[in-house]
DNA sequence: GGCGCACTCAGGGTTCACCCTGATTTCGAG
DNA sequence: CTCGAAATCAGGGTGAACCCTGAGTGCGCC
């Protein structure tokens, strides 16, 4: 055994840290554990482990909030994110927080042991079905639900606001458009009304939110 | 064997082709091979295999330039890049094309059997090492090196830009500062010729694509 | 002490953004 | 056929945005 990283685990279920201190034999050093944030932050804070193993799920809040609170206070650890849960919220919310890792429970003793020792080394590891939601989430093609608030714009309403979002003036819109100044005011003026936005500097920052330009 | 999986190996090397194929055996149906980038495309596009074995370094270009002209064609495959190349750039550029996997040639025979197969089920497959660069690509915390732009303007003239690109009337940024609404006029206007824009909305997008605001 | 620079402000001007009222045409639903 | 919604445009108005010239104050530097 050349290396034994040490380990805090935080889960509050009791059973389960059995259960995972179990698993890891004496593949590395449990130093610590914690059944929920504010005792996992305290926990970390104090020994500094190389790795921490944490639930998602937590009784006073999540893991994401554990990392958080840690990564707050400049403290170097790494995180592997270990939860019965396989949705892909829960994966991409801890992962985005700075977990390097994400297993599920189902996870096999030697699998764990292995796991645990790449995020210390630095790697990165997934359950294989999981890294699937991180690309995912990374090469971000979110399909927009097509909101509602644009279909109370007429086709024509839309293609202007699409233009002056990008912060086209009305002389230009009406050039492309093949229209006149006075018509782009027109459209314009009911596109920041029925959109309840007073300038388009409201827009612009409304579209760019939901990714319209 | 319950499922083989049809395949089409890109690699402009045809010593590297004929490994890869002696490595998978029987295990997946290879149904085309191509050297460069306009072979990989029209065989991809001709016979649309479920997993397409990329190479990351083609002499006609890169492994992500054949995703994007797969995907613009609207072609629906997995990808996985197999390359030599560790180098972050190099897996991030293609992960951000849509790879879905990145292995490297180092993989043993049975590991890229399985990769091959878990990136057809619709898996993630990552050679350990490098899932780390993409998850700190996703996390990017990009420390911006102090845009030598950005010196070029004044203490105040800096405050003035960033209220200005957030879209705050003169009025507003003249009593948040309490200054006159002259004063802030000349800032402005020294701020735009200083960054060689011409209105506030470019100044809005100028600042949006360096995170200044 | 003079020189440059940042910061402050004023006057006066042009263009643009946005609003309101009102009008015409086209087109589809009832 | 009638009604309403969408699209087109005009006139006329207010305030905001942006420009130029000019000018006063404090501050550090040679």
């Keep these: 055994m050349a290396y034994q990283p040490s380990v805090v685990i935080v889960d509050d279920h009791d059973l389960v840290r059995a259960g995972v201190k179990a698993q890891l034999g004496d593949a590395v050093r449990v130093i610590g554990e914690a059944a929920d944030v504010h005792e996992a932050v305290d926990a970390i804070a104090d020994r500094t482990p190389d790795v921490v193993l ?7 809040g999540t893991g ?13 650890t790494k995180f592997l994110a270990l939860s019965v849960s396989d949705a892909p919220d829960d994966v991409i919310s801890v992962i985005r927080a700075g977990a390097r890792g994400y297993v599920t429970k189902a996870i096999k003793d030697t699998e764990l042991i292995e796991a645990v020792i790449r995020i210390a080394e630095g790697d990165a590891v997934f359950s294989p079905r ?9 090469s971000a093609t979110i399909p927009e639900p097509t909101d509602p608030e644009l279909d109370r714009l007429s086709p024509r309403e839309q293609e ?32 920041l009304r029925k959109l309840q936005l007073s300038s388009r500097h409201e827009l612009s920052s409304w579209a760019a939110r939901r990714r319209i330009v």
Tied chains: 1, 2.
Excluded: C, Q, W
């Design 54 to 60: 944490l639930d998602v799920h937590l009784p006073s």
């Design 64 to 76: 994401a909030d554990v990392i958080n609170a840690i990564t707050a206070r400049g403290i170097e």
């Design 130 to 138: 999981l890294a699937g939601f991180v690309i995912d989430a990374f």
């Design 160 to 191: 202007v606001m699409r233009l002056l979002a990008r912060g086209y003036a009305y002389k230009e819109i009406a050039r492309r458009l093949n229209i006149s100044i006075k018509t782009v005011e027109t459209h314009a003026s009911k596109v």
